[in-house]
Each structure stands twice: as structure tokens, then as C-alpha cells.
């Protein structure tokens, strides 16, 4: 049996979100949406975001301005305030999970997702980090990102897929993805891959060296 999380990553984007909430809401599917901050202080954007939570899908933390991932920021303040301001602005949606997702750079994996502050706020706030063990790259191939989630799909028993609700052109296809990930008897799953929750509501579940920064 092959199960598969959604989560998108990167919106609101008011030309490509309400097409996606449409499909999802076609499918009867709920995820994820790991929001940027900044991008919540327009307030077209904080209004779909709204709309997300408002049709059952969750708000998540993805930083505030999503250019520096915070274990590689020199500034351990600058990279909590990434996070403090995105919490305050998620909270406008009317989500209370504390639920966050670091930037990757590309999908990656290390001890650049967070700092020792970063840890610490977390642990404060009580957030769950959720990562991910599938990334299609459908921002970097609008095209061929379908054949290539299938694949990663195939592979593993439950999977947890990183989409982008960007105006890249990729979520034209992703209808054909989801039709084509239930002829293929994939189940659809709200819950996360428990190697995918290193932190759950604050706690550590396994050690967090690998995502966390050395300090200085």
C-alpha cells in the first residue's frame, strides 16, 4: 500500500492557490500549506490563506522572508524574528497548530535548516518541524515534475511531497497528478511520516543534530 501526505510550500499566490484549493476541494483532499510570512502582510494573500483554514487545510510556518535558510543566518535574532513574525501573522488565519517547515535551499536536507535560537523558539512555542522525503522540484520542471513524484511515491511506503503553489505553471498539471496517484491506489493521508517529525508540539522525537547548526 502506498500512502501520500500533501503539503504545499510558498504561497499564498492569488494567481495559483485558489486553483489549487479548487482541485483539492474537487478531490475531498485536506494538507498543508507552509506559508511565507511577508507574503501574509498583503492582505489578498492573508485572505486565502484564510480561505485555506476556513475549507479544512492547515497554516504553517515557513519563514518570514524564505531567502536564507536559518542555520546558515549569522544573526541567531534575525533568524528567530523570521519565525516570530510569521507566527504572529499565521495566527491571523485563525490557525492555532504551532506547525513549522524550514527552507530547504532546493529540497535539501542538513544542518543549514536551523540554528540553536531557532531550536530553542520552537521548543517555547511549541512547534511541530515538519520536513519532508519527497521533493519533485516542480517549481525548477513545471512540466515533468508528475512522472517524477510518481516515481518517488512508488518508492516508499508514505511519503510526505513538497509542492509549491507558485505561478511556475506546475499546478496546471496537478489534477492529472492526483487522478493519476489514485488510479495508481495511492491513499491520501492528513497525518506526517513519523521520520519526518523530528520535533512534535515542542518535544524532541530524535535528536536534532543533523538539521541544526553547529554553534560558532
Known sequence: ??????????????????????????????????????????????DLARRA????????????THTIPLGQME???AAVEELRRTDALVARTGETRKLFRPFGGGGKLGPHLMSP???????DRGYSCVLWNAIPRDWADP????????????????TLIVLHDLPTG???????????????GVT???????????????????PLD???AAVA
Not at 497525518?191 to 518535544?203: Q, R, S
Request: glycine share 6%; net charge negative.
Open 170 to 184: 506546475a499546478m496546471d498539471r496537478l489534477e492529472e497528478f492526483l487522478d493519476r496517484a489514485e488510479a495508481a
Open 143 to 158: 512540466e515533468g515534475w508528475v512522472e517524477t513524484a510518481l516515481q518517488q511515491i512508488a518508492a516508499q511506503d508514505h
Open 1 to 46: 500500500m502506498l500512502d501520500l501526505t500533501l503539503t504545499f510550500d510558498n504561497g499564498p499566490e492569488p494567481e495559483v492557490t485558489p486553483l489549487v484549493l479548487d482541485i483539492l476541494a474537487r478531490h475531498g483532499l485536506k494538507t498543508t500549506f507552509f506559508v511565507v510570512g511577508e507574503k501574509l502582510e498583503e492582505p489578498a494573500r492573508l
Open 53 to 64: 483554514y476556513a475549507d479544512g487545510h492547515r497554516i504553517g510556518n515557513h519563514t518570514f
Open 117 to 123: 535560537s531557532v531550536v530553542d523558539f520552537l521548543h
Open 75 to 77: 544573526d541567531s535574532a
Open 210 to 212: 543533523p538539521f541544526v
Open 188 to 206: 491520501f493521508r492528513e497525518d506526517y511520516p513519523e521520520e519526518c517529525v523530528p520535533m512534535l508540539a515542542g518535544k524532541d522525537v530524535v
